[in-house]
C-alpha cells in the first residue's frame, strides 16, 4: 500500500501540488492573513470560558449521537441562540459544517432528483450531492439567467422532480459575493429550493452578522441556511437553520447527524457563545472594526475600497509552484499567507487567499505592505 500512495504523493509533488503539515505560527512571530476567525472570537474570553465551563458540567465527550444519549443542555442552547440570531423557527447543530452538507442534501434529494450548483461551490456540496445520487447540474459562477437557463431545462424535462440549488454567499476562494436577491427570483420562479451556505458570509454581513440572507431583510426565502460554527463563530461545528419541518425531516434522515456522536459539549457551548456575542453591541464593534480592517487589506493588496467587501482578498497568481514560492517568500518577510492550489481552486488558477480579521493591528497591514512591496509590487 505504501508503495503505491507514495507514487501517488510524488506525482502531486511534480505538479507542484503537494501538501505538508505545518504549525500554525506562534503567536507574535508572524503577521497572519490566514486564518477565518473574523471577529477575532476562538480566543475571545467568553468563547473559552462557555468551553471551560461546560466540559467541567457535562464532560470532555458527548459520549452517544443524540437520538441514543439524548441531547445535552448546550446542543439545545446552541440551537435556540442559531434560531433566534437567524429568525428561523428552528435549527440543528452537527458535528462540522462539512458534516452538515453531507447530510442535509441527501436528506432532501435523492435519485431522480436535481441539484444545480454554483461552479464554484464549496467542496461538501458537491460531495453531499454525489452521496445523494440527485443528477448534478452546474450553473455558471454568479450567474442568475444561466440559472434560470438550467431550471427551465429541469422543469421542461423533469417537471415532478425535487430541484434544490445551493451556493455560497460569499465564495470561500474567490471572496466575492452570491447575487443572493437575483438567485432568490430565479428559483422561486421555478419552484426550487435554495441551500445557502453562510460560511464566510456569517458575522461579516447582515445588521446582526447573521450573513446575507439577514442583510436582505425579512421576506426572501432562503429554505435551507447552513454554516459553519468555526469560522466567526469561533468555536466548532456546523449548523442548519430553517423551518421546524426541515430540522424534524433532518433529524429523521440526515445520516450525518443520526450517525455522528453528538458534537462535544464544550464546542457546543463555545458556539452558543460565539453566536451571542456577534449580535452583542461588542460585536457591533468587531465588525466595524473588521471593516476598517478589511479596507486596510485592499489598500495593501492595492485594491479600491469597497464597502460591500468581504473578508477574503484573492492575489491570483495561476501556476500552483509559483504560488507556493510567493507564499514562501512572504512567509521570510514575516507574514503567514496560504497559497491555494488545486484541488481547492481549478488546476492552472493558483492564488493567495489573505484574510482580514477584527484582530489585526495597523502594524500587521504595516508588515503586510511592506513585504508586499518587495515580492508582489517590486518595481512600483
Ligand atoms: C469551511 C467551509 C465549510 C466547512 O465547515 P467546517 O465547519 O470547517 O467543516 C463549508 N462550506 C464552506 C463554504 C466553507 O468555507
Redesign the pocket.
Known sequence: MDATLAASLRARDTAGLRRTLRPAPAPGTLHGFAS?DYLGLAAHPALVEAAARAARDFGAGATAARLIGGSLPPHHALEDALAAWKRTEAALAFG??????LGVIPALVGRGDFVVLDRL??A??VDGVRLSGATLRVFRHNDPADLDRLLTLVRRDHGGARVLVVT?GV??MDGDRAPLAELIAVKDRHGAWLML?E??AVGVFGPRGGGLAEELGPGPHVEVR??????AVGA???YVAGSHVLVDHLVNHARSFLFSTAPVPAAAAAAAAGVELIQSAEGAARRARLRENIRALRAALRRPDDPAASAIAVWPVGEAAAATTLAEALRDRGIFVPAIRYPTVKRGAARLRFTATAAHTADDFAALAAALAQTLFPIS
Not at 462540522?96 to 452538507?101: D, E, V
Not at 447552513?226 to 469560522?231: A, R
Request: net charge negative; glycine share 20%; charged share 10%.
Open positions: 477565518n462540522s459544517g462539512y458534516a452538515t452538507a461551490a464549496h461538501c456540496c455560497e465564495f470561500s451556505d460560511a464566510h447552513m454554516g459553519t460554527l468555526g469560522k466548532a461545528g456546523g
